[in-house]
């Protein structure tokens, strides 16, 4: 059972930045793309941003391009989700999930396609 422990967010004003770190831990067999979706309050949980962590190759949802970036320590077993330029409409619970199987071509982008996440991580962006 893989386990996954996302931390690093907070209250930041709009504007700003934040880290997430997602650390994951246990036996990961045969699965390559690490995601990050993100919650609001009375919203479903969406899309934000994968890696393929084999060859560090990312895809973003439109709404955080060029803003967020996604990346990977194979050594430290953890991926990270690098956001700049927050804005208010970012305010969301944030999780990262391991997909299931592994994907050679594309990314997964919905939730069923996941099936461990962690507990998730508030980021407030105050406008």
């Known amino acids: 059972q893989v386990q996954l422990v996302e931390s690093g967010g907070g209250l930041v004003q709009a504007g700003g930045s934040l880290r997430l770190s997602c650390a994951a831990s246990g036996r990961i067999f045969n699965r390559n793309v690490m995601g990050w979706f993100r919650q609001a309050p009375g919203k479903e949980r969406e899309f934000v941003a994968a890696?393929?962590?084999?060859?560090?190759?990312?895809y973003y949802t439109d709404s955080v391009k060029g803003r967020f970036t996604i990346s990977r320590d194979n050594a430290k077993n953890t991926v990270y989700l690098q956001m700049n330029s927050l804005k208010p409409e970012d305010t969301a619970v944030y999780y990262c999930?391991?997909?299931?199987?592994?994907?050679?071509?594309?990314?997964?982008?919905?939730?069923?396609?996941?099936?461990?996440w962690g507990q998730g991580t508030q980021v407030t962006v105050s406008s």
């Open positions: 890696i393929r962590w084999t060859i560090s190759s990312t």
């Open positions: 999930a391991l997909a299931k199987g592994y994907y050679s071509v594309g990314y997964p982008t919905r939730r069923n396609e996941y099936d461990n």
